[in-house]
């Protein structure tokens, strides 16, 4: 009878959908699906954070300021939305999860650029006003 081998690591392929088993998993009898609970839980966290934000009066660009009041609260909704579906889809591999994380890191660029624009027009319509 021939010996078997031990394989610290080992990946199960399936046919009808992918699925990665690491030697911790296979021992605790649990597939690793997306990405860790810790990620998920802080995406959860990240998306009520920028839910707040948008029912917040008070912004980093206040909402009266035409257009650019509004797009910052979109732009977080947009970011906490891709960051949610990029942490809790199940194949961390896939093109549209890694399309989302680009899209999600350009969407914070955005924000940035936005907040850096808005507030040099402020403070050059303050140095206007104020000399």
Do not use: C
């Not at 910052?72 to 939305?81: E, L, P, Q």
């Amino acid at each position: 009878m021939p010996r078997e081998k031990v394989y610290d690591d080992v990946e199960v392929h399936d046919m009808n959908e992918k699925r990665q088993w690491n030697s911790k998993d296979a021992k605790s009898g649990e597939l690793q699906n997306g990405a860790p609970v810790v990620w998920k839980a802080l995406s959860v966290l990240i998306a009520m954070l920028a839910v707040a934000y948008d029912l917040s009066p008070v912004d980093a660009v206040p909402d009266v300021v035409p257009v650019f009041g509004w797009l910052d609260d979109v732009g977080f909704t947009i970011m906490a939305a891709l960051n949610a579906y990029q942490q809790f889809s199940k194949d961390q591999s896939a093109f549209v999860v890694r399309l989302a994380k680009y899209v999600k890191w350009m969407m914070v660029a955005f924000i940035i650029l936005a907040g850096v624009a808005v507030g040099g027009l402020v403070t050059a319509i303050v140095a206007l006003v104020t000399h």
